[in-house]
């Protein structure tokens, strides 16, 4: 059971195969086994997650299963949560108890899901291989030594290795996609708009977005169904966003007269090979299932990871602001007056790749430098958006490869943040565009998962949803797990 | 050589909502620290604002009240600097795309003309807290109730050619502010506050270099700022040096103002567009609609009560200084319609000195319009002499008796009857022969000797034009 999908763990719910408390358990236990290894929870409560669980099998006992019913689902650290501590992997959150629930986090809840603790990531969602987080990196479960990508690592790790069947990440440039490409599973980005960004702890308010990372193409559309919609304190939730039938687009057997566009700027030399070779192979699949393949161009693509390294960090360094130390947060001991209060503490909460963005960020809006920077950045993002736009004129769905790369070994970067930025080089237009998309797994370079990434027209979830359900029934890529963690790869 | 003074104002308003300005958090003044703040105002991780639209709506009906543009579409902003009682770090604002664009305020000018002063704009953003340093040793303590409350920033044309100018264009902006209920305005409460740019320069040159006198809170205290920067700026100049661009701060306990930071020290805010908060969308209808509801401004009120009362400028002026003190003169003209102006002069002169003396504002006032009405009703019909009546309004702020028994208690009831002011004539020539002799022997001023005798011998009650008529007659002999 532990790499069953979270749709076989309703199923064997609902038939009274089992029970929410028998779920919670298996997975507690292998928590207990292996997280010391994966380093992909950093906050775990055993005994809250039993009385959530019994909790659940005691509403089942009494109503109607609600959709997520006992299912377990782990959540990064950046969502606010009133039961534990949120620190995001900062020490400068350290020990921070939100007094409230992210509204994604109360859907979840009110949804009936289990949720089973926080997971690793890199400090406040700045990384692309969760090494800069507070509380140590995590490890990739196909090979240790590897990165499980970023910045939701912990959650992608965790998943991969069956600690949870499901959890919740974030992607501002790539934070779900990449980490679920590199630990060979499957996560999806919403539309910008679709998922509330309130309780979550902002990076890049334009970018942000919540997503599922799971086993199953299902999977993420059952997650995404109950935690989407409109919330009225959030001002860029969008009220009337068009509903998806998200079960339903999950049901597509294959891809007659779907048109794939085949972006001539995400196969480019330097990329790896075998990823190259896996994409190449998916796409091969996706033409036998019926799908017409289009050679299409974004010309803009190559600006994106400039332009994105000057808006987050801007955004960023006003978001990060609020950890001054007045009011929460890590204080410096001492400090001999206001000036010497704000400096030692933010220096000692926050992390070189933080204080990276951060200064950054703020030199890119600062007076004599916005317009060559900050709105160049802008003109760019709108010019990628046009790409986008002007391409789903002539395609249903884009698939491109993730990442460039398989996960690369810890500390292989570390040093040279310029290619640590180019891991994220596929997904970032994205975000910039709001678009949605999605990566599953789709074959293997040196032993290690690759995934093939989708984007769909901006509220389109359901199209790549269905391209990617129909991939999925026609290949095993996603029924692949790590040996060294009991799964069959 | 003369100079000339250049000014141009910012003035923050508090507007008065019922809660903040991005949060549902109460605005109420003087709560105890720290009661009236939720996760939105205290900036905790994750939280989000959401605009709160009254404010919007009250912004516009100020811009369309000094003739402004209304911008449809308008951005917010985020505005950075680090201070403790900023919980964000950041304030939002509106930098690139405010509300409200070009608009104006008419003063009066000393010769009865008007002058036409620009407004550049006003924008929406969310006040700070509080920091609270004195009486405290090596720590500061911070409110933060006040965070997030919505203001607007009204900021002028650099059009003021003296510190006059200046107060009456705040005096006319807050009148305003005040008739549109848009805000308390209450200077000591903070709820009015300005900031004034300040330079000189010789005629025709242009602008000097400004400085910025920061956060005043009185007319008074402005007035003093103005000036004292204005003479300390063609010191500087006539001394031969240069005029150093910085912000100051009046002290107003030392008269003087200091320096607070100079250009090189000001914050670079790196103003950026605020992502939390798509842009501001207002339809032409809903413009439209607030101007609709636009109550009669200071102006249109004063020209009315002069065209449809027959009053004075000044008593215009005077009994439209608020929409309070108008309504209370509409409705006690509605209750003593016979004569407006006889309204006007008792509500103005006496009313209002009477409750002034007593530091009492109208809504406090002992003698309700009804009431006031009584009495002009006596004094209309004559039954009661104006002297008279004066004492009566002295006995009606202190009773709730109405005019009628008071006049009747005191026996205060106008006589106009001829043969008993005869009788009282009579008693006062008799009592005065040398003075009826010398009346007679040509010395006319002596008719003020007896109408003053008369009056005082009937307490006041005698009809002055009776007793003036038949003094005449009978002194004549």
Redesign the interface.
Known sequence: MPFSSLSDIQNRLNSGKTTAVEVATLYLERIAAFNDELNAFVHIDPAHVLAQAEASDKYRSEHEARPLEGLPIAVKDIF?TQDGP?Q?CSNI?KD?H???D?HVITKLKEAGAVLVGKTNMDEFAMGSSNETSAFGPCRNPWDTDCIPGGSSGGSAAAVAAALTPAALGTDTGGSIRQPAAVTGITGLKPTYGRVS??????F???LDQAGPMARSVKDAAMITAAISGHD?????SVADAPNIDWLAACEAQNMKGLRIGRPKEYFVDGMDAEVRASVEAALKKCEELGATIVDISLPNTEHAVAAYYVIAP??A??N???Y?S???GHRCEEPDD?LDM?TRSRDEGFGSEVKRRILTG?FA???GY?DAY?LKAQQVRTLVQQDFIQAFEQVDVIATPTSPIPAFKLGEKTDDPLTMYLSDIFTIAVNLAGLPGLSQPCGFANNLPVGLQWIGPAWREDAILSAAAAYEGATDWSMKAPAAFGGES | MSWEVVIGLEVHCQLNTATKAFCGCSTKFGAEPNTQTCPVCLGMPGQLPVLNTVAVDKTILTGLAINAHINLESKFDRKNYFYPDLPKGYQISQFAVPIVEGGYIDIPTKDGGEKRLGVTRIHMEEDAGKSMHEGLDAVSHIDLNRSGVPLMEIVSEPDMRSADEAIAYLKQLHQLIRFLGVSGADMEKGQFRCDANVSVRRPGEPFGTRTEMKNMNSFRFIKQAIDFEVLRQIEIIEDGGAVVQESRLWDSVKSESRSMRSKEEAHDYRYFPEPDLPPLRVSQQEVDAIKAGMPELPGQLRQRFETEFGLSSYDADVLSQTREIAAWYESLVAAHPADPKRCANWMANELLGRLNEIGKDLSESPVSALRLAGLLERIGDNSISGKAAKDVLDAMMESDDSADTIIEAKGLKQVSDSGAIDVIIKQVMDANPGQVEGYRGGKDKLMGFFVGQVMKASRGTANPGVVNQRLKELLKG
């Open positions: 606010c949120t995001c959150l921070f939100a007094p409230y992210a960004r309130r309780g979550i702890i902002a890049a308010s334009s009225s304190a959030d001002a860029t801007s955004e360094s006003a990060l602001s609020r001054d007045v009011r929460f206001l704000y703020a809006l600062s007076s916005y900050y």
